[in-house]
């Protein structure tokens, strides 16, 4: 959970850095950038205790990436090289389909910076895959079935997309995204279910219940 907060935070400040453009908003960028070293360097120094490459592990570094892009500190490269070459560049392991190519969003951005093929090779395998199953009947939700995929799904194929050249991978995220969209949106709130579980939940007051992580702007 707490390394969750540690990519929000890193990923949020590398966007208001970004909007940082004139000269009296440049303290304003510095201290947001502190902030985001100080975050992850507290991160390094206190890691949690699982040091695999699952979802929750992945979002995190979706951050490091984030400040990486924003500072091009080589040390904060290194990190997520580190953790590339520890798990192979290999896919996740969770039995949520989309969750097991989260890391695949890291293993991308390192592969833009040096296009080495191993370094997407088994994230476009894993999609290349699910692809395949889909198109052989399987239901297209299948792993897609909860609001958080939208964050977790999309952009690893958008960049899979941009890495190979290859329009199916674009194909596949259009349709699997509006899927889930019709599925879980409710249009009289604007906001996302959870999952299916939740759409005849109330609250102790008779209101619908959302998923406030998945309605996060």
Known sequence: MFERIVAMAIGISAVQAAWAASPEDEKTAQA???????????????PW???????????YYTGVMGLY?????????????????????????????????????????????DPQPKRIKHARA???????QVAAGEAIQKGWDYVDTLYVGPPTCAMLGKATGEKKYYDYMHQTYWEVVD???????????????????KTDSGKKVFWSQGNEP
């Open 69 to 113: 892009r924003t500072t091009k500190d080589p040390a904060v490269l290194e990190q997520a090289l580190a953790w590339a070459n520890k798990h192979g560049w290999q896919a996740g392991r969770e039995s949520h389909l989309v969750n097991a190519n989260t890391c695949g969003q890291t293993w991308l951005e390192l592969y833009f910076l």
């Open 126 to 132: 894993y999609a290349d895959k699910r692809i395949a």
């Open 32 to 46: 947001v950038v502190d902030l985001m070293v100080k975050v992850n360097r507290y991160q390094r120094e206190h």
């Open 183 to 201: 599925h879980l949106f409710d249009k009289e709130y604007g906001l996302f279910y959870r999952d299916k579980k939740y759409f005849d939940a």
């Open 49 to 59: 205790r699982e040091t695999d490459r699952g979802w929750i592990r992945a979002t």
